[in-house]
Every structure is written in structure tokens, then in C-alpha cells.
């Protein structure tokens, strides 16, 4: 089948097939529970598969005021739980203030670690600050072994990704603590779907706690969007349209209702309101309600709450087969 991938002004197909499987709903918010901040594109690495195409050279970040409005939102609208990303979202120099003031507002803290950054000058300390604010981890780690992970992430990151976990474990990270939850994040190193997530924990158990003494809560397993420098690898390595191609043939209905665009609103470093930080790297922003995070403070949610959802076809990457969240599988 040839197509032209993720021109958003070609035929919607992902919008057509869930058009199909809800009987003509489409995808529409069920709330905002949580507020996901990017807070800028600047990372210690440059993994392969990033959909951010973040890396040690770029200078975007999330300003003060920016970050001060988002505290005002969840203070002043409810929203329970504050997802922190990036790049890596610790080299923003706000990055404390919005765990520490979401923290004092009550809200759930989660931060997108991705492990390596704790070698970064300054930030040695991350283990202790995270665990003073019971801020849950997200952390990726392509594969248990070293060559796979450091084929997508660069030379020497798997070993630095075991020292920062044994750092994490020391604090109480990875241990079943009820607010020092480490998750390990997964993604396939290659042009393919995720294997079974029950059995990849599994696996990644055995051998990070067989063969290098470290410990982690649970495991989830995301598919690679076809977007930014994952997509330009796939069209380098002729496998762009057999890859997307994968992903909408695999789609499978029972994913909608878990997807986190249902209920996660994403800020970007400029303050625009998007509804997940995939359509954000495409510049894809909601289509209803406020559209910055300095309106949503002044004027609420609105038709946020029960808005329709921006779509286009890398969608298909979060419903193809058990599905693909934040929080990993959906089936
Ligand atoms: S995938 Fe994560 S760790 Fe890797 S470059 Fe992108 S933001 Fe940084
Ligand atoms: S990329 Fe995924 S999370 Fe984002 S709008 Fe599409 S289905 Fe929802």
C-alpha cells in the first residue's frame, strides 16, 4: 500500500478507522487529569528512536513565567498529577521549582528520567531530590543488554543507566515503596512492534537483577512513533512505509478508551496547549478550548474537558496491536 505518512492533509484514515470502531464518536477527551510539561528539547543524549530530536545543542527551554503558569493551573484547576518531560527535563533550570511547587500544591509528581543524566554536572543529587518529593520515575532503557541499548542511545549508556538505577535502589527507588516507584520504559530497537510487555519484565528482571544487582518495580513496552528522528531513520533505512503500514494494520479498537490524549493535556516550552507531546513535535495543537497554558489559567478547561482530539496518522503507533501509552500497554 503506498502512502504518504503524517501529512496532515491527507485523508485522516486513523479518524475514518475510529470513526468505524465507535460508531461515528471519533476520539474526544474523557477530562484533563493530568498536565504533561515538556519543558524544552535539550538532552545529555541523542537516542535514535527520539521523537522529541532532542540532544545536547538545542536551546529550547520552558521560561519562568511559562512554568509558574502551569503550577497556577493545577493549583487553580485540580488537575492531580504534573508529567514532567523533555529533552531531559532536569537540565531545565526551572525543572526543581515545578517539582517542589506541584509538590506543595498536592499534586502527584512524574518525571520522564532518562537515567543518564545523573553523570550530568549538577545533578548527582537527583536520587536524594526525587526521593524528598516522592516524584515516580519513568525510565527508558531500550534493552537489557548493553549493545542493544547503546546501538540506540550511544556508547557507554547502558552502563551509566545501571549506576544511576544501583544510585535510584539506594534511596528506596525500585524497591515496591509506594512513592518511589521506578518503571522501566521499553521501546523495540528496530523497525517493529514491542514484544509481549509480561514477558519482556520478565526478561529484563532476570537479567538486570541477575547480572548487575538492580532493581526496578515494573516494566512498560512503547512502540516508536513514526515521527521526527525515528521517521528519518525509517525513510534512511527504506522502511517508512512498511513501518506505518505495520502499525494500521495492527490497529486494534480496544486501546481508544486508555489512550493518554483522553486525559492528559501537554504543554509545550512555549506555553501551547497540544493533546499529547506527539502531536506536539508535529505542531498539531488542540482544535478546541484554550489554546495556552496562560489562557487555560484565565479562562479554565472549557471545551477542553470534552474536546475532540487532533489526529492524524502517526496516531496508529498508540492503538497497533496491545497498544502504546505513557503508561505502556493498553490491552
Ligand atoms: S529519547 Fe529521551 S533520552 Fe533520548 S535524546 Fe530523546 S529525550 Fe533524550
Ligand atoms: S498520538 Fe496517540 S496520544 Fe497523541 S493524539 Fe494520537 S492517539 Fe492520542
Not at 42 to 64: S, Y
Not at 93 to 117: C, D, E, I, K, S
Request: glycine letters at 10%.
Amino acid at each position: 500500500m503506498m502512502h504518504l505518512p503524517l501529512v496532515v492533509s491527507e485523508p485522516n484514515r486513523f479518524l475514518t478507522a475510529v470513526r468505524a470502531a465507535t460508531g461515528g464518536a471519533g476520539l474526544v477527551a474523557a477530562g484533563v487529569t493530568t498536565l504533561q510539561v515538556n519543558v524544552g528539547k535539550r538532552c545529555n543524549q541523542a537516542c535514535k528512536h527520539c521523537h522529541v530530536d532532542a540532544g545536547p545543542a538545542r536551546t529550547e527551554e520552558m521560561p519562568a513565567p511559562v512554568a509558574e503558569a502551569c503550577l497556577a493551573v493545577l493549583g487553580r484547576w485540580g488537575i492531580k498529577t504534573l508529567d514532567i518531560t523533555g529533552g531531559a527535563p532536569e537540565l531545565n533550570p526551572h525543572f526543581r521549582r515545578l517539582v517542589t511547587g506541584a509538590r506543595a500544591l498536592g499534586a502527584t509528581v512524574m518525571v520522564r528520567h532518562n537515567l543518564t543524566v545523573q553523570d550530568s554536572p549538577g545533578q548527582h543529587d537527583l536520587p536524594a531530590f526525587f526521593a524528598a518529593n516522592e516524584v515516580t520515575l519513568f525510565s527508558s532503557l531500550p534493552h537489557y543488554t548493553a549493545e542493544a541499548t547503546d546501538r540506540q542511545r550511544g556508547q557507554g549508556t547502558f552502563d551509566a543507566s545501571v549506576r544511576a538505577m544501583r544510585a535510584l535502589n539506594e534511596v528506596g527507588y525500585g524497591r515496591g515503596h509506594p512513592t518511589r516507584g521506578l518503571t522501566l520504559v521499553h521501546n523495540p530497537v528496530g523497525a517493529f512492534l514491542p514484544g509481549g510487555q509480561a514477558q519482556l519484565e520478565r526478561d529484563f528482571r532476570r537479567v538486570l537483577e541477575g547480572a548487575h544487582g538492580v532493581q526496578f518495580d515494573r516494566l512498560v513496552s512503547l512502540a516508536n512513533m513514526p515521527i521526527e528522528r525515528f521517521k528519518s531513520w525509517l525513510a534512511k533505512t527504506g522502511q517508512l512505509e512498511s513501518y506505518c503500514d505495520k502499525l494500521e494494520a495492527q490497529f486494534n479498537p480496544a486501546t481508544l478508551p486508555g489512550l493518554m490524549c483522553r486525559s492528559t493535556l501537554s504543554v509545550s516550552h512555549t506555553g501551547a496547549l497540544f493533546d499529547c507531546d506527539f502531536n506536539q513535535m508535529l505542531d498539531l495543537g488542540v482544535l478546541e478550548g484554550p489554546r495556552s497554558i496562560e489562557a487555560l489559567l484565565a479562562e479554565g478547561p472549557g471545551a477542553l474537558v470534552q474536546r475532540s482530539i487532533a489526529t492524524a496518522s502517526h496516531c496508529f503507533g498508540c492503538t497497533a496491536g496491545a497498544g502504546s501509552s505513557c503508561g505502556g500497554a493498553l490491552t
